[in-house]
């Protein structure tokens, strides 16, 4: 009988055996360890960065970048691309704005000024709308993603500019007297210290979560993302989960809006020009694979605040802007490549093997490990 004796090296040995592969711990938490650098890095380099209210001023900046960049995660997960959420930012900042200033009803001779709830609950609407027509042509009409979303990128953005005339609504305060004050809490109010907009991205990333990792229709998003036919096969509506997904997209891209407006008390038609691309970038940063099926919440907020701390930390010291644009396409190019070393021969994640399973709310073993993959690969 011979025995094993372990020592130092063994155990040092296990580190890069098929138990623990250092390589993949690095490469799946390498947005993590990108915040960590880019934290050390401007730390040392402006005694300013690393400091309560600056953190908490940088986390209102990426609050916006992380919102979209969750309604833009669904759309990726479920195969496609939503290239109209900046547009989207512009005009329901616009309609949150026009609302603001009244509306007039010649009939009968009144202006009517809505409550800043009645103002953000219709701003969102319109930005599901847009949504809901994205939504239809990609899935009713077979239309492109990246073509549907493009065309109403210029429609909703000409919308935008034809409702002001390419002019700016000023001083959204409201007036006490008209009962619709209250409009700029969501960019200058604080809840218990922390920015409304931080507030806001940290429940939307929990409703994210659940929606995405406790429900059947998360597992709806990744299966159909992963292989559309095979999810038809196995009775997913997969029509229905496209149009919802961009639905989420615009109430998402919208919710980002009313803040941008909030925070600014002023509504411009070319808010949110280019916020699709870094939206993208936050999701892409995180680890989520553009060909569907796989992308997390948390790598997504990640990549946002990846993008916003270097954006911040390269304005801090002082770098032009002209190599801040060279620095974040950089990290985008880089965030791409890493993904296709770590999703390289590695098949999509099967649908459910039949509606019964997909409809149940409780996984067999094997559903449970295919989930699990799918969710942290």
Known sequence: MSSTTKTPLTGLSSLFSGDFDIRAVLLRGRAFFALIVIIIVFSSLSPNYFTVNNLLQMSAHVAIFAVLGLGMLMVILNGGIDLSVGSTVGLSGIVAGALMQGVEIPALGLKLFPS??????????TGAFVGFINGVLISRFKVAPFVATLGMLYVVRGVALLITGGLTYPALQGQEALGNTGFNM????????????????????????????????????????????????????????????????????????VIIAS?????????????????????????????????????????????????DGLVIIGVSEYWQMIFKGAVIVLAVLLNAVQYKGRKAPAAPASPSQTSSTRDTPATAETTTEKIIG
């Open 116 to 125: 800043v709830w009645v103002v953000v609950l219709l701003a969102l609407a």
């Open 186 to 257: 969501l960019g200058f109010n604080r809840i218990l210290g922390v920015p409304t907009g931080v507030v806001i991205m940290v429940v939307l990333a929990l409703l994210a979560s659940v929606l995405l990792n406790r429900t059947v229709f998360g597992r709806w998003i990744y299966a159909s993302g992963g292989n559309e036919r095979a999810a038809e096969l196995s009775g997913i509506p997969v029509n229905r989960v496209k149009i919802r997904v961009y639905v989420l997209s615009g109430i998402t891209a919208a919710i980002a809006g």
């Open 263 to 311: 925070e600014l008390t002023s509504a411009n038609p070319t808010a949110g020009e280019t916020f699709e691309l870094t939206a993208i970038a936050a999701v892409v940063i995180g680890g989520a694979s553009l060909m569907g099926g796989r992308g997390t919440v948390r790598g997504t907020l990640l990549g946002a605040f990846v993008i916003g701390f270097l954006s």
